[in-house]
Protein backbone atom coordinates (compact mmCIF):
# COMPACT_ATOMS: atom_id res chain seq x y z
CA UNK A 1 0.00 0.00 0.00
CA UNK A 2 0.79 3.90 -0.31
CA UNK A 3 2.85 5.21 2.70
CA UNK A 4 0.01 7.75 3.71
CA UNK A 5 -2.19 4.30 3.92
CA UNK A 6 -0.27 2.45 5.64
CA UNK A 7 0.40 5.48 7.87
CA UNK A 8 -3.61 5.73 8.23
CA UNK A 9 -3.81 1.73 8.52
CA UNK A 10 -1.32 1.67 11.79
CA UNK A 11 -2.50 4.76 13.62
CA UNK A 12 -5.35 5.59 16.10
CA UNK A 13 -7.79 6.17 12.81
CA UNK A 14 -7.35 2.10 11.29
CA UNK A 15 -10.37 1.08 13.08
CA UNK A 16 -12.81 4.29 11.69
CA UNK A 17 -11.18 3.46 8.51
CA UNK A 18 -11.64 0.11 8.12
CA UNK A 19 -15.53 0.87 9.38
CA UNK A 20 -15.91 3.27 6.74
CA UNK A 21 -13.82 1.25 4.04
CA UNK A 22 -17.23 -1.64 4.59
CA UNK A 23 -19.80 1.26 4.77
CA UNK A 24 -18.74 2.21 1.54
CA UNK A 25 -18.56 -0.81 -0.02
CA UNK A 26 -21.93 -1.96 1.06
CA UNK A 27 -23.20 1.55 -0.27
CA UNK A 28 -21.80 1.06 -3.54
CA UNK A 29 -23.07 -3.18 -3.37
CA UNK A 30 -19.34 -4.40 -3.83
CA UNK A 31 -18.70 -7.88 -1.94
CA UNK A 32 -16.42 -7.29 0.91
CA UNK A 33 -13.38 -9.72 -0.74
CA UNK A 34 -9.79 -8.47 0.94
CA UNK A 35 -8.71 -7.32 -2.87
CA UNK A 36 -12.10 -5.22 -2.52
CA UNK A 37 -11.13 -3.74 1.08
CA UNK A 38 -7.65 -3.01 0.34
CA UNK A 39 -8.79 -1.07 -2.88
CA UNK A 40 -11.37 0.70 -1.00
CA UNK A 41 -8.93 1.70 2.23
CA UNK A 42 -6.54 2.56 -1.05
CA UNK A 43 -9.86 5.06 -1.67
CA UNK A 44 -10.32 6.45 1.64
CA UNK A 45 -6.37 6.60 2.75
CA UNK A 46 -5.60 8.74 -0.31
CA UNK A 47 -8.73 10.36 -1.51
CA UNK A 48 -7.33 12.72 -4.18
CA UNK A 49 -4.97 9.76 -5.81
CA UNK A 50 -5.20 8.10 -9.41
CA UNK A 51 -7.02 4.84 -7.46
CA UNK A 52 -9.73 6.98 -6.10
CA UNK A 53 -10.32 9.24 -8.71
CA UNK A 54 -11.15 6.03 -10.92
CA UNK A 55 -12.95 4.20 -8.30
CA UNK A 56 -15.38 7.14 -7.98
CA UNK A 57 -16.23 7.49 -11.48
CA UNK A 58 -16.79 4.01 -11.78
CA UNK A 59 -19.36 4.76 -9.31
CA UNK A 60 -20.87 7.86 -10.67
CA UNK A 61 -21.44 6.05 -13.68
CA UNK A 62 -23.36 3.55 -12.39
CA UNK A 63 -21.39 0.73 -13.40
CA UNK A 64 -21.23 -2.29 -11.12
CA UNK A 65 -18.21 -3.23 -9.87
CA UNK A 66 -17.12 -7.06 -10.73
CA UNK A 67 -14.60 -9.19 -9.65
CA UNK A 68 -12.75 -8.34 -12.78
CA UNK A 69 -13.26 -4.54 -12.23
CA UNK A 70 -11.55 -4.85 -8.83
CA UNK A 71 -8.77 -7.09 -10.62
CA UNK A 72 -8.41 -4.48 -13.44
CA UNK A 73 -8.22 -1.63 -11.07
CA UNK A 74 -5.88 -3.98 -8.55
CA UNK A 75 -3.38 -5.08 -11.67
CA UNK A 76 -3.18 -0.81 -12.48
CA UNK A 77 -2.71 0.65 -9.37
CA UNK A 78 -1.74 -1.54 -6.35
CA UNK A 79 1.17 -3.96 -8.21
CA UNK A 80 2.83 -0.98 -9.11
CA UNK A 81 2.49 0.58 -6.32
CA UNK A 82 3.84 -2.16 -3.66
CA UNK A 83 6.54 -2.62 -6.36
CA UNK A 84 7.54 1.17 -6.54
CA UNK A 85 7.97 0.93 -2.62
CA UNK A 86 9.46 -2.03 -2.35
CA UNK A 87 12.28 -1.09 -5.02
CA UNK A 88 12.33 2.35 -3.07
CA UNK A 89 13.16 0.63 -0.12
CA UNK A 90 16.24 -1.41 -1.69
CA UNK A 91 17.92 1.39 -3.20
CA UNK A 92 17.95 3.06 0.34
CA UNK A 93 19.50 -0.06 1.80
CA UNK A 94 22.01 -0.16 -1.22
CA UNK A 95 22.87 2.94 -0.72
CA UNK A 96 23.77 2.29 2.58
CA UNK A 97 25.81 -0.59 2.32
CA UNK A 98 27.63 1.09 -0.41
CA UNK A 99 28.36 4.36 1.92
CA UNK A 100 29.58 1.79 4.51
CA UNK A 101 31.58 0.19 2.30
CA UNK A 102 33.02 3.12 0.87
CA UNK A 103 33.87 4.52 4.34
CA UNK A 104 35.84 1.02 4.90
CA UNK A 105 37.52 1.02 1.70
CA UNK A 106 38.95 4.97 2.75
CA UNK A 107 39.71 4.16 6.18
CA UNK A 108 42.21 1.18 4.72
CA UNK A 109 43.26 3.46 1.87
CA UNK A 110 44.40 5.97 4.79
CA UNK A 111 45.87 3.38 7.36
CA UNK A 112 47.77 2.14 3.89
CA UNK A 113 49.17 5.39 3.36
CA UNK A 114 49.72 6.46 6.94
CA UNK A 115 52.13 3.09 6.89
CA UNK A 116 53.75 4.04 3.94
CA UNK A 117 54.78 7.54 5.40
CA UNK A 118 56.42 5.48 8.55
CA UNK A 119 57.93 2.80 6.30
CA UNK A 120 60.11 5.53 4.28
CA UNK A 121 60.30 7.50 7.97
CA UNK A 122 62.14 4.05 9.06
CA UNK A 123 63.88 4.04 5.51
CA UNK A 124 65.45 7.38 6.16
CA UNK A 125 66.61 6.95 9.85
CA UNK A 126 67.85 3.86 8.59
CA UNK A 127 70.51 5.57 6.05
CA UNK A 128 71.43 7.65 9.16
CA UNK A 129 73.35 6.68 12.00
CA UNK A 130 70.80 5.80 14.96
CA UNK A 131 70.77 5.13 18.53
CA UNK A 132 69.77 1.99 20.26
CA UNK A 133 66.69 3.75 21.70
CA UNK A 134 65.81 5.62 18.31
CA UNK A 135 66.55 2.28 16.59
CA UNK A 136 64.15 0.71 19.48
CA UNK A 137 61.41 3.18 18.88
CA UNK A 138 61.43 3.14 15.61
CA UNK A 139 60.77 -0.40 16.00
CA UNK A 140 57.74 -0.13 18.26
CA UNK A 141 56.21 2.46 15.56
CA UNK A 142 56.39 -0.15 12.79
CA UNK A 143 54.79 -2.52 14.84
CA UNK A 144 52.26 -0.31 15.88
CA UNK A 145 51.58 0.34 12.43
CA UNK A 146 51.51 -2.51 11.28
CA UNK A 147 48.99 -3.78 13.70
CA UNK A 148 46.99 -1.01 12.56
CA UNK A 149 46.86 -2.17 9.51
CA UNK A 150 45.93 -5.45 10.14
CA UNK A 151 43.01 -3.72 12.15
CA UNK A 152 41.95 -1.66 8.77
CA UNK A 153 42.15 -4.38 6.44
CA UNK A 154 40.24 -7.25 8.86
CA UNK A 155 37.79 -4.68 9.48
CA UNK A 156 37.28 -4.19 5.51
CA UNK A 157 36.98 -7.79 5.30
CA UNK A 158 34.45 -8.29 7.83
CA UNK A 159 32.33 -4.82 6.29
CA UNK A 160 32.74 -6.07 2.57
CA UNK A 161 31.27 -10.30 3.74
CA UNK A 162 28.50 -8.06 5.57
CA UNK A 163 27.17 -6.26 3.05
CA UNK A 164 27.57 -9.32 0.53
CA UNK A 165 24.96 -11.20 2.63
CA UNK A 166 23.20 -8.13 3.11
CA UNK A 167 22.90 -7.23 -0.91
CA UNK A 168 22.50 -11.31 -1.46
CA UNK A 169 19.23 -10.83 0.77
CA UNK A 170 18.12 -7.89 -0.94
CA UNK A 171 18.49 -9.74 -4.29
CA UNK A 172 15.94 -12.29 -3.06
CA UNK A 173 13.67 -10.22 -1.50
CA UNK A 174 13.55 -8.30 -4.93
CA UNK A 175 13.19 -11.19 -7.06
CA UNK A 176 10.10 -12.49 -4.29
CA UNK A 177 8.32 -9.14 -4.96
CA UNK A 178 9.19 -9.74 -8.89
CA UNK A 179 7.22 -12.85 -8.83
CA UNK A 180 4.40 -11.66 -6.79
CA UNK A 181 4.06 -8.64 -9.04
CA UNK A 182 3.92 -11.03 -12.28
CA UNK A 183 1.30 -13.66 -10.10
CA UNK A 184 -2.12 -13.77 -10.38
CA UNK A 185 -3.49 -13.16 -6.33
CA UNK A 186 -6.86 -14.87 -6.92
CA UNK A 187 -5.29 -18.42 -9.18
CA UNK A 188 -1.64 -18.26 -8.29
CA UNK A 189 -1.07 -18.79 -12.33
CA UNK A 190 0.98 -15.91 -13.98
CA UNK A 191 -0.73 -12.82 -14.51
CA UNK A 192 -1.19 -11.03 -17.99
CA UNK A 193 1.90 -8.89 -17.74
CA UNK A 194 4.16 -12.12 -16.69
CA UNK A 195 2.14 -13.68 -20.08
CA UNK A 196 3.04 -10.94 -22.37
CA UNK A 197 6.63 -10.89 -21.23
CA UNK A 198 6.77 -14.81 -21.50
CA UNK A 199 5.07 -14.97 -25.04
CA UNK A 200 7.59 -12.34 -26.83
CA UNK A 201 10.70 -14.01 -24.95
CA UNK A 202 9.96 -17.55 -26.20
CA UNK A 203 8.98 -15.73 -29.80
CA UNK A 204 12.57 -14.99 -29.90
CA UNK A 205 13.99 -18.05 -28.79
CA UNK A 206 11.51 -20.14 -31.52
CA UNK A 207 12.66 -17.98 -33.82
CA UNK A 208 16.44 -18.94 -32.76
CA UNK A 209 16.05 -22.12 -32.66
CA UNK A 210 13.79 -22.30 -35.65
CA UNK A 211 11.07 -24.72 -33.27
CA UNK A 212 7.45 -25.03 -33.08
CA UNK A 213 5.43 -22.81 -30.58
CA UNK A 214 1.76 -23.30 -30.05
CA UNK A 215 -0.49 -20.49 -28.15
CA UNK A 216 -4.00 -21.84 -26.32
CA UNK A 217 -6.89 -19.55 -24.87
CA UNK A 218 -9.24 -20.93 -22.55
CA UNK A 219 -12.39 -19.97 -21.36
CA UNK A 220 -15.03 -21.00 -19.07
CA UNK A 221 -18.25 -20.90 -20.73
CA UNK A 222 -21.19 -19.20 -18.84
CA UNK A 223 -19.05 -17.40 -16.58
CA UNK A 224 -21.63 -14.60 -16.41
CA UNK A 225 -24.42 -16.35 -15.92
CA UNK A 226 -22.61 -18.72 -13.25
CA UNK A 227 -21.73 -15.73 -11.20
CA UNK A 228 -24.92 -13.81 -11.28
CA UNK A 229 -26.93 -16.97 -10.09
CA UNK A 230 -23.94 -18.23 -7.44
CA UNK A 231 -22.19 -15.12 -6.47
CA UNK A 232 -18.75 -13.84 -6.97
CA UNK A 233 -17.15 -15.39 -4.15
CA UNK A 234 -18.23 -19.17 -5.15
CA UNK A 235 -17.25 -18.11 -8.81
CA UNK A 236 -13.74 -17.52 -7.70
CA UNK A 237 -14.01 -21.23 -6.66
CA UNK A 238 -14.52 -21.75 -9.99
CA UNK A 239 -11.48 -19.62 -11.61
CA UNK A 240 -9.61 -21.84 -9.01
CA UNK A 241 -10.51 -24.91 -9.61
CA UNK A 242 -10.21 -24.59 -13.20
CA UNK A 243 -6.76 -22.72 -12.64
CA UNK A 244 -5.71 -25.69 -11.16
CA UNK A 245 -6.21 -28.13 -13.50
CA UNK A 246 -4.72 -25.88 -16.22
CA UNK A 247 -1.80 -25.47 -13.42
CA UNK A 248 -0.96 -29.35 -13.96
CA UNK A 249 -0.82 -29.56 -17.37
CA UNK A 250 0.92 -25.86 -17.71
CA UNK A 251 4.48 -26.56 -16.00
CA UNK A 252 7.32 -25.44 -16.86
CA UNK A 253 8.35 -25.22 -19.96
CA UNK A 254 4.98 -24.54 -20.70
CA UNK A 255 3.41 -21.31 -19.01
CA UNK A 256 -0.38 -20.99 -18.01
CA UNK A 257 -1.80 -17.17 -16.88
CA UNK A 258 -4.97 -15.92 -16.05
CA UNK A 259 -5.07 -13.52 -19.07
CA UNK A 260 -8.23 -11.65 -17.53
CA UNK A 261 -12.08 -12.51 -15.72
CA UNK A 262 -12.39 -16.05 -16.84
CA UNK A 263 -10.17 -16.58 -19.83
CA UNK A 264 -6.88 -18.02 -19.48
CA UNK A 265 -3.74 -18.00 -22.00
CA UNK A 266 -1.23 -20.95 -22.14
CA UNK A 267 1.92 -21.26 -24.21
CA UNK A 268 3.66 -24.60 -25.33
CA UNK A 269 7.53 -23.86 -26.31
CA UNK A 270 8.32 -26.38 -28.72
CA UNK A 271 5.14 -28.14 -29.36
CA UNK A 272 3.08 -28.34 -32.31
CA UNK A 273 -0.83 -27.86 -32.38
CA UNK A 274 -1.82 -31.84 -32.40
CA UNK A 275 0.41 -32.33 -29.49
CA UNK A 276 -1.44 -29.47 -27.70
CA UNK A 277 -4.70 -30.34 -28.70
CA UNK A 278 -3.81 -33.78 -27.18
CA UNK A 279 -3.27 -31.40 -23.73
CA UNK A 280 -5.96 -29.22 -23.33
CA UNK A 281 -8.55 -32.17 -24.55
CA UNK A 282 -7.67 -33.74 -21.74
CA UNK A 283 -8.09 -30.93 -19.16
CA UNK A 284 -11.20 -30.00 -20.60
CA UNK A 285 -12.52 -33.61 -20.14
CA UNK A 286 -11.28 -33.04 -16.88
CA UNK A 287 -13.08 -29.90 -15.88
CA UNK A 288 -16.14 -30.81 -17.55
CA UNK A 289 -16.33 -34.54 -15.29
CA UNK A 290 -16.27 -32.87 -12.30
CA UNK A 291 -19.17 -31.85 -10.18
CA UNK A 292 -18.88 -28.63 -8.14
CA UNK A 293 -20.67 -27.88 -4.80
CA UNK A 294 -20.67 -24.59 -3.25
CA UNK A 295 -18.22 -24.51 -0.47
CA UNK A 296 -19.84 -22.74 1.82
CA UNK A 297 -23.12 -24.54 1.51
CA UNK A 298 -22.01 -27.58 -0.04
CA UNK A 299 -24.89 -27.16 -2.60
CA UNK A 300 -24.70 -28.97 -5.97
CA UNK A 301 -23.00 -27.00 -8.56
CA UNK A 302 -23.08 -28.63 -11.51
CA UNK A 303 -20.53 -29.28 -14.06
CA UNK A 304 -18.50 -26.53 -15.10
CA UNK A 305 -16.74 -26.23 -18.94
CA UNK A 306 -14.07 -24.37 -20.95
CA UNK A 307 -14.06 -23.89 -24.70
CA UNK A 308 -10.72 -23.25 -26.02
CA UNK A 309 -8.77 -21.99 -29.29
CA UNK A 310 -5.09 -22.70 -30.48
CA UNK A 311 -2.58 -21.62 -32.61
CA UNK A 312 1.09 -23.11 -33.90
CA UNK A 313 2.82 -20.26 -34.13
CA UNK A 314 3.85 -19.47 -37.98
CA UNK A 315 7.97 -18.31 -38.77
CA UNK A 316 8.56 -14.69 -37.54
CA UNK A 317 4.81 -13.99 -36.94
CA UNK A 318 4.31 -11.57 -34.29
CA UNK A 319 2.95 -12.61 -30.65
CA UNK A 320 -0.58 -10.18 -31.49
CA UNK A 321 -0.94 -11.94 -34.36
CA UNK A 322 -0.40 -15.67 -33.13
CA UNK A 323 -2.50 -14.72 -29.76
CA UNK A 324 -5.45 -13.22 -32.34
CA UNK A 325 -5.34 -16.44 -34.40
CA UNK A 326 -5.57 -18.22 -31.03
CA UNK A 327 -8.25 -16.33 -30.15
CA UNK A 328 -10.68 -16.70 -33.21
CA UNK A 329 -10.23 -19.60 -32.82
CA UNK A 330 -12.03 -19.70 -29.12
CA UNK A 331 -15.05 -17.85 -30.62
CA UNK A 332 -15.25 -20.05 -33.16
CA UNK A 333 -15.41 -22.93 -30.07
CA UNK A 334 -18.11 -20.55 -28.76
CA UNK A 335 -20.25 -20.09 -31.80
CA UNK A 336 -20.60 -24.07 -32.19
CA UNK A 337 -21.69 -24.63 -28.98
CA UNK A 338 -18.72 -24.42 -26.80
CA UNK A 339 -16.97 -26.84 -24.20
CA UNK A 340 -14.65 -27.82 -27.45
CA UNK A 341 -11.36 -26.64 -28.66
CA UNK A 342 -11.12 -25.47 -32.36
CA UNK A 343 -7.21 -25.37 -33.87
CA UNK A 344 -6.92 -22.13 -35.74
CA UNK A 345 -4.44 -23.58 -38.29
CA UNK A 346 -7.91 -26.19 -39.10
CA UNK A 347 -10.32 -23.30 -39.80
CA UNK A 348 -7.43 -21.23 -42.17
CA UNK A 349 -7.93 -24.61 -44.14
CA UNK A 350 -11.53 -24.78 -44.65
CA UNK A 351 -11.68 -21.18 -46.08
Known amino acids: MGAAV ?8 AYALARQALDEMEKARVWPTPLNFELWLHHLGDPHGALARELSRIIASG ?23 DIYDAGAVLTRELASVTQAITDARNAQSA ?43 TRLAASTREIQVLREHLDQVRRDAMTDA ?27 LTLAVVDIDHFKAFNDTWGHQTGDQVLRYVASVLARIGRSPRVAARYGGEE ?30 RRSTNEELGSVTVSAGLAQRQPQE ?3 SLFERADAALYHSKRSGRNRITIAESLEEAA
Do not use: W
Open 186 to 212: LTNLANRKAFDEELERLCETADRERSP
Open 318 to 320: APV
Open 115 to 157: YGEHLSDASRSLNASVSADDLGAMVATLQSATLKVAEDNSALE
Open 63 to 85: DTITEEVSETLAAEYLPRMRLSE
Open 264 to 293: FAMIFPAESAPIVFSALESARTEIASRSLR
Open 6 to 13: QTKIRGPE
